[in-house]
C-alpha cells in the first residue's frame, strides 16, 4: 500500500465544503493536515428552520463525517440512525418530508437550545464539534442567516430544501437567489487572511460553493491572500457524483462538463483538478491536473486529499 | 361488579385540570359524559420552551391519559417511551435535566412547528387531540404565554419546571407568583359561558388550579355562571397523592389537610369532595362529601369520576 501521508507542513490550508463531497475531502484533509493547520468553512446557505430547530444539513454533514459518525451508505445522516420521533411527528400529523433520525435530532436540539441562549452558530458548532472530538476548526460561512432560494422555471421561488428535499430537485431551475449583504464572522475572516492554501471541494458550484463565495469579502479575500487556491471539479465523466449539480448546469443552459466548472469559477482558482475519466476531453486555460477523484471510501478520501495537497504544493513550487 | 355509569344526560361539563391527577380524573369523566358535553381546561402555567420546544407538560399529561397512550407507572410521559435522542443530547453536552422521550418528542416538535406557522396554543391542541383520537375538548387556558414563578425562601425567583424538575421542589416555596393581564380564549370563555357543572381536579391547588383561576375571567365566570362547581381534594390522610402540594402547603404556613383546601378555596366552591380517609378529621363551612377519591387504575378513575358526578347531581337535585 502506497504511504500517500505527506510530511507535516506547515502550510495553513482552509477547504471551503457543501455537504457530501466537501465532507469526505476535508474528512481526508482532516488526516494529512495538522488540525491547527485546517480550517473547513461551510455553507449554511440551505440551512433552515423545521419543527421548531435550527437544521444545517452542510455543517452536519461535515461534522458526523470528520467525527466518523456519519452513515456510510447515505453520506449524509448519522450511523446507526432509528426514525421513532419522526414516524411518532407523522401519526401526529406533523410534516415528515425531512426526514430527521433519532440521533440527528439531538444535534438540532443542542444546537436550538445553544442559539437560544444566545451562542452564535459558530459557537454553537464550536461546542458540538468539542463533543464529538473533532480537532480542525468547522467554521460556518456567517452567523448570519443566508438562504439560498431557487427560482424554479415554473415560476415559483422556493427556499432550498423546499426544493431539494420536499419536491426531490425535480423543479427546473431557472436562477439561483443568493441574499445580499451577508458577512462572514471575524473568524471566518481571520483563517481567510491568514491562507496559505485554498481548497474547494468538490462540492456543488452553484448551491454550495457560490453562496460562500457570496459572503462578505470572503470572495475578495480569496483573490487576494492566498498564494493559491485550489478547486476539485464535481463532475466527473460529463455527470455530478450525487446531487443535482449536473442538472442544474443543464437547466442554466449550460454544458455539463469539468471544462464548464473550470471556466465557471475562471480566476479565482489557480489550479483547478478534474477526473482523469475527462481527460480527454478537458480544455482550460489555467493550471489543471487530472488526477483519481472518486471517494468510495476512507482510502479514497485519504488518497484524493493527499493527491490534491500534493499537486497544489508542486503548483506553488514550481 | 358495579355498573357506574350514569345515563347520558345533558349536563355541560368543564374540568379544570394540572397534571397527573387532573388527568385521571379527566380520563373518567370521558367515559361517562358524551364528548360533546364536555370540556377539560388545562393550566398552561408550567410551559416553558426547553431545547428550542414549546413543552406544555399538563396538557401533554392529559392528551396522553385521554388517548391511553399514557405510561402507567408514571402518569405523565408516554407508554413504551424510548431516550436515544436525549441520551444523544447529553453525549453532546445539551441540557438533560428535563427528560423528554423519543415519542414525547414528536409531540413538541409538531407543536412548535404548527405554532411556527402561526396556529394558535388551542388550535395545535385540537390538531394533536384529532391525531390522537380524543374526543372531548382539551383546552389550554389561554394562547398566551402564562408562566408561574416559584419565589423560593432562600430569595432565588425560579421558573416552574427549574423549581419543580430540575431542583426536584426540593427549594422552599415563599410565594408562588403569577402573571398578570393574561386573558383566557374565546373558546374558554364560551365553555364557562355554557357550563352547567365545573369540577375542580384533585390538582394542586396552587400551581395547578390557581393559575387557570388567575386567567381572566375565569374566576369571575366560575363564580357567576355554573349551577355548581365541585372541587376534589388533591390531599388524602392528610398527604399529597402524588407532587408537592403538601410539602407547599406547610412553607406556606398553611395545615395539611383536605380542611385547609376547602378553606382555600372558599366560596367559589359549592361541593367539597375529600377521601374518607379524612372523614374523622374533615371541618368544613359548606356542602361536602366523602369518597373513596383515590385513582389507582382505569377502574378507579371510572368510578371516582362517577361517584363525582353522582354526587353533583345529587347536590343539583337536594
Redesign the interface.
Known amino acids: 500500500m502506497t504511504d500517500y501521508r505527506l510530511p507535516i507542513t506547515d502550510y495553513r490550508v482552509v477547504c471551503l465544503a457543501g455537504g457530501v463531497g466537501g465532507a469526505k475531502l476535508a474528512a481526508g484533509l482532516a488526516e494529512i493536515v495538522p488540525p491547527a493547520n485546517l480550517t473547513i468553512i461551510v455553507n449554511t446557505g440551505d440551512d433552515f428552520?423545521?419543527?421548531?430547530?435550527?437544521v444545517c444539513p452542510d455543517l452536519d454533514t461535515v461534522m458526523y463525517t470528520l467525527a466518523g459518525v456519519a452513515n456510510p451508505e447515505t453520506g449524509w445522516g448519522r450511523a446507526g440512525e432509528?426514525w421513532?420521533?419522526?414516524?411518532?411527528?407523522a401519526?401526529?400529523?406533523?410534516?415528515d418530508w425531512f426526514r430527521l433520525g433519532?440521533?440527528d435530532?439531538?444535534?438540532?436540539?443542542?444546537r436550538?437550545?445553544?442559539?437560544?441562549e444566545g451562542q452564535t452558530l459558530t459557537a454553537v458548532t464550536r461546542?458540538?464539534c468539542?463533543?464529538?472530538h473533532i480537532q480542525p476548526a468547522i467554521l460556518p460561512m456567517s452567523d448570519q442567516p443566508a438562504p439560498t432560494m431557487i427560482a424554479s422555471a415554473d415560476g415559483r421561488i422556493l427556499p432550498f430544501q423546499t426544493w431539494f428535499v420536499r419536491e426531490r430537485w425535480q423543479p427546473p431551475v431557472r436562477q439561483i437567489i443568493l441574499p445580499e449583504d451577508v458577512k462572514a464572522t471575524h473568524t471566518v475572516v481571520r483563517a481567510l487572511e491568514t491562507a496559505d492554501i485554498v481548497i474547494i471541494a468538490p462540492s456543488n458550484p452553484f448551491v454550495s460553493i457560490d453562496p460562500i463565495l457570496n459572503v462578505y469579502p470572503i470572495r475578495a479575500l480569496l483573490e487576494d491572500v492566498p498564494q493559491v487556491v485550489t478547486a476539485v471539479s464535481p463532475i466527473i465523466g460529463g455527470q455530478a457524483v450525487k446531487g443535482p449539480a449536473a442538472k442544474m448546469m443543464q437547466e442554466m443552459g449550460m454544458e455539463v462538463s469539468a471544462t464548464a466548472v473550470a471556466a465557471y469559477y475562471g480566476d479565482l482558482v489557480d489550479l483547478f483538478i478534474y477526473d482523469r475519466q475527462d481527460a480527454g476531453a478537458f480544455v482550460g486555460r489555467g493550471d489543471a491536473v487530472a488526477l483519481d477523484t472518486m471517494m468510495l471510501d476512507g482510502d479514497g478520501r485519504l488518497r484524493v486529499a493527499t493527491d490534491v495537497l500534493q499537486a497544489t504544493l508542486e503548483y506553488l513550487n514550481a
Open positions: 428552520q423545521h419543527l421548531g430547530l435550527t432509528s421513532r420521533t419522526m414516524e411518532a411527528v401519526r401526529l400529523g406533523g410534516p433519532d440521533l435530532l439531538a444535534t438540532h436540539l443542542t436550538t437550545q445553544l442559539q437560544g461546542h458540538l468539542s463533543h464529538l
